[in-house]
C-alpha cells in the first residue's frame, strides 16, 4: 500500500487530495513538522530535505508534489489525472504543472520565506511586495491560458488543476486577488475530493 507523509495546511495535501480523486488506499503518516518531526533520524532517511510531501511505493521514494501528483496519476489511469504520455494534453499537463511550481507557487514561497520561515536574520523583507508583483504576473497568465474553460488540460479535472489551485488557495491565505482566477478556484476547492483530503490530514 502507498504510504503517504504529511502535515496539515502544506504540500502535502496535494498528494493525499490527488489520491482521494484517485480512489486509492494509501496510509497517512502525520509529520508534526512545527515540532521538528521533519528533522527526525528516521524520517530524514525517507527525505533528506526534511520536509512533506513524501511518498514510499516499495522501494520507490518520491518528495516532490508535482511527481507524486504525477506518478499518483499514471498509477492510477482510470482517475484521468494525468493524459496519456505523449499526447499532446501530456504536453499540456506537463506545461500547467511546470509553470504552477515555478511561476505561481514561486512567490508565495518567497513571501513566506521572508516573513516567517526563514531565520530572522536571512530575511529581506523588502522583497515581499516584488513577490506580491510576481505572483500578480503569474495569475494574469494563468488566467490566459485557462481562458473560458473550466480546467487547465482539456475539458476535465488532472493533477495539474491540483497544482494550480491549491497554489491559489495559499495566496488567498495571504490576501492576494485571484481576479478572474476566482471561479477557477472555488470550482476545484469545492470538489468532495479536497475535503476529504482535508479531513484525512486532520484526523
Same mark, same amino acid.
Given at each position: 500500500?502507498?504510504?503517504?507523509?504529511?502535515?496539515?495546511?502544506?504540500?502535502?495535501?496535494?498528494?493525499?487530495?490527488?489520491?482521494?480523486?484517485? #480512489?486509492?488506499?494509501?496510509?497517512?503518516?502525520?509529520i508534526e513538522l512545527r515540532a521538528g518531526a521533519g528533522h527526525?533520524?528516521?524520517?530524514?532517511?525517507?527525505n533528506p530535505g526534511g520536509k512533506v510531501p513524501a511518498l514510499?511505493? #516499495?522501494?520507490?521514494?518520491?518528495?516532490?508534489?508535482?511527481?507524486?501528483?504525477?506518478?499518483?496519476?499514471?498509477?492510477?489511469?482510470?482517475?484521468?489525472?494525468?493524459?496519456?504520455?505523449?499526447?499532446?494534453?501530456?504536453?499540456?499537463?506537463?506545461?500547467?504543472?511546470?509553470?504552477?511550481?515555478?511561476?505561481?507557487?514561486?512567490?508565495?514561497?518567497?513571501?513566506a520565506k521572508h516573513r516567517f520561515a526563514l531565520p530572522e536574520?536571512?530575511?529581506?523583507?523588502?522583497?515581499?511586495?516584488?513577490?506580491?508583483?510576481?505572483?500578480?504576473?503569474?495569475?494574469?497568465?494563468?488566467?490566459?491560458?485557462?481562458?473560458?474553460?473550466?480546467?487547465?488540460?482539456?475539458?476535465?479535472?488532472?493533477?495539474?488543476?491540483?497544482?494550480?489551485?491549491?497554489?491559489?488557495?495559499?495566496?488567498?491565505?495571504?490576501?492576494?486577488?485571484?481576479?478572474?482566477?476566482?471561479?477557477?478556484?472555488?470550482?476545484?476547492?469545492?470538489?468532495?475530493?479536497?475535503?476529504?483530503?482535508?479531513?484525512?490530514?486532520?484526523?
Amino acid at each position: 500500500m502507498l504510504q503517504v507523509y504529511g502535515c496539515p495546511n502544506t504540500r502535502s495535501t496535494r498528494v493525499v487530495w490527488a489520491l482521494e480523486e484517485a #480512489g486509492a488506499e494509501y496510509d497517512y503518516h502525520l509529520i508534526e513538522l512545527r515540532a521538528g518531526a521533519g528533522h527526525r533520524p528516521d524520517y530524514l532517511a525517507i527525505n533528506p530535505g526534511g520536509k512533506v510531501p513524501a511518498l514510499v511505493d #516499495g522501494d520507490l521514494i518520491l518528495t516532490e508534489s508535482a511527481a507524486i501528483c504525477t506518478y499518483i496519476g499514471d498509477h492510477f489511469p482510470a482517475s484521468g489525472l494525468t493524459p496519456p504520455v505523449g499526447s499532446i494534453e501530456r504536453a499540456l499537463y506537463d506545461q500547467w504543472c511546470f509553470f504552477a511550481m515555478s511561476e505561481l507557487e514561486q512567490p508565495l514561497w518567497t513571501i513566506a520565506k521572508h516573513r516567517f520561515a526563514l531565520p530572522e536574520k536571512r530575511r529581506v523583507p523588502t522583497v515581499v511586495d516584488t513577490a506580491i508583483w510576481e505572483f500578480a504576473v503569474a495569475a494574469k497568465i494563468l488566467a490566459a491560458g485557462l481562458g473560458q474553460r473550466e480546467y487547465l488540460v482539456g475539458d476535465h479535472f488532472t493533477a495539474a488543476d491540483v497544482l494550480a489551485a491549491h497554489t491559489l488557495k495559499w495566496a488567498r491565505v495571504y490576501q492576494l486577488e485571484l481576479g478572474p482566477l476566482d471561479a477557477y478556484a472555488d470550482r476545484c476547492l469545492t470538489r468532495p475530493a479536497f475535503a476529504r483530503a482535508k479531513q484525512r490530514e486532520q484526523s
